[in-house]
């Protein structure tokens, strides 16, 4: 058993402690409000961003970062995306004198605004490469509210260093939650953040009454952008059919726990993305993902129809109604589908 930090203390940071406090190790959660610390430590409950979970009462909640990581073994970031570079900066000094250099885990899906990059390449980029081990990502299907209820849920830990993932499946590993290892950073990595796009695209087609046949053709040719713009990126394109892939896409289209989903429907209701972020007090990555995978897609000149679509809709004066925009994509020019010879 070893000492785990974890930062971020929302619904993902606050089910993943609880995963491995039920696996004995010895786990720190850090927050930044005070109320939702102290809450974590006198109730055991963390309302706003878990209602109705009874969480392990061993879990140690702080504010203090350097209390939660001083001489932990694995450091699990669980911030949003937008957030992840300055929590690494924070991070820094803090590691310099750790007996031990812990393993990095990153657990948020999302592209850094701005620069375009990968959250394990935000890591690398700011932490000090002698004050770690490796990074590792965890990603894949995974619900807080399920995890919490311990519904069976399935993941993958992807690190260039197979030990590093191999570290994170067996602290995680337990009869409901089963973990996965892999390779391919950049293709579990991209499947976890471009899925949310896809995400917010199926709330708006639930929101305005289209069909199941209507969600099923969303998710597939869904996955065919996120597969195009994931290879050109440097992804081994099987990475796409996996579990943070099309295992992470399926749930997120299909699930009302979705925050991207339930954007998608309010945007069907008219909101813009103002108004949807600040009635969302969650995050809502896929609404910012679209901005920079669209930028993305042009830079490498790819095709990916849905996200432009949802670019020109959210980021656009063109003021391009959600009913207009997915006549544009019925009647494009007819296509061809994908196989392995092309
Ligand atoms: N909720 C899920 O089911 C789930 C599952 C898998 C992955 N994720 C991913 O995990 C990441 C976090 O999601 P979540 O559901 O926990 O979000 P959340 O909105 O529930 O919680 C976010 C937490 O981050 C904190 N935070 C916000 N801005 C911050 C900042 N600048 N510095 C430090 N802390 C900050 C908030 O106070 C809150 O505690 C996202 O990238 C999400 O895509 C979520
Ligand atoms: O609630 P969402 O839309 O952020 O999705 C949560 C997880 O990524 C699902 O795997």
Redesign the pocket.
Known sequence: MMKIAI?????????LAKVLSENKHDTVLW???QT?IDEINQTHTNEK?LPNVSLPKEIKATTSLSEAVSNASMIIL??????MR??AQELNPLLEDQAQAPVIVH????LEMNTQLRISEVLTEVLNKDNYQDVVVL?GP????E?ARQDVTTLTAASDNLEAAQAVQQAFMNRYFRVYTNTDVIGVELG?ALK?IIAVGAGIISGLGYGDNAKAALITRGLAEISRLGTARGADPLTFIGLSGVGDLIVTCTSP?S?NFQAGTLIAKGYSRAEVSEKM???V?GILTVKVAYELAKEYDIDMPITEMLYLALYTDKKISVEDAIESLMLREGKQEESLDK
């Open positions: 930062i971020g203390s929302g619904s993902w940071g606050s089910a927050g930044r409000k939702i961003y669980v911030v949003p995306t937008n957030a300055q929590m657990a948020s899906k999302g990603s995974s619900h807080a509210e995890v976890g949310n726990h925050r007090f969650m995050v990555e």
